[in-house]
């Protein structure tokens, strides 16, 4: 069974641009979540999907959004880039969407330079 | 505010040793405490969960200590091996929020041959 996959590996950008980012999940699952991980803040939570409706929110600016597909694959989005930014993005599949009941399944991320 | 916090930041063991990372959270609405190991250019893959009213759980050499009345949880691998070594994340998180995952910092393993 593939993994979590997620692209593009790497990707650099510059200031002011937007980038989306994609990520498809083990097959069957129906949840997607997203994390945003750096040296400085470590993993933060930026959203959750299940059944193409966004079920939680993290703590960033309207700038990040994201959306599912009926397939259960993932975009997210970020406008504006600024260089702080640049991040690991990381997707997160699960077959629900309670963590006490579901493996949580991480894919190796999109590596975003902001220059 | 973090609520979940991670010590120590860096741990080197010697093969063969334990190693015992630690957590502490805040919010009492927590009841489910997982582990993550991450290894450089992977995502977190999960080690191992517990959930509060159970002070312990062993899987193989990973073991979860969980102390509910000082909101602290721990890691411990016994006989580590060079290949444990990787970054370590305990993570939190609360029924009514799905798969939102508070992490700790992090603590990078070397276990030394």
């Known amino acids: 069974k593939a993994g979590v996959t997620q692209t593009p590996r790497y990707l650099i950008k510059t200031r002011g641009q937007q980038v989306t980012l994609s990520c498809s999940p083990i097959s069957g699952h129906r949840s997607v979540s997203w994390y945003q991980q750096t040296p400085g803040q470590g993993l933060q939570f930026l959203f959750e999907?299940?059944?193409?409706?966004?079920?939680n929110k993290g703590n960033f600016p309207g700038r990040f959004s994201g959306r599912q597909f009926s397939n259960s694959r993932s975009e997210m989005n970020v406008s504006t880039l600024e260089l702080g930014d640049s991040a690991l993005y990381l997707c997160?599949?699960?077959?629900?969407?309670?963590?006490?009941?579901?493996?949580?399944?991480f894919g190796s991320g999109t590596q975003l330079s902001v220059l | 505010q973090q609520q979940v916090k991670q010590s120590p930041q860096s741990l080197i063991v010697q093969k063969g040793g334990i190693s015992i990372i630690n957590c502490a959270y805040e919010n009492t609405a927590f009841d489910y405490f997982p582990w993550y190991q991450q290894f450089p250019g992977k995502g977190p893959a999960l080690l191992i969960a517990?959930?509060?009213?159970?002070s312990e759980k062993k899987e193989g050499r990973f073991t979860i200590s969980f102390n509910k009345s000082a909101k602290q949880f721990s890691l411990h691998i016994m006989d580590s091996q060079p290949g444990d070594s990787a970054t370590y994340f305990c993570a939190a998180s609360m029924g009514n929020a799905g798969n939102m995952l508070t992490f700790g910092g992090g603590t990078r393993l070397m276990v030394k041959p």
């Open positions: 517990i959930r509060p009213d159970v």
């Open positions: 999907y299940f059944s193409e409706t966004q079920r």
């Open positions: 997160a599949s699960s077959l629900g969407v309670r963590a006490t009941n579901e493996k949580l399944f």
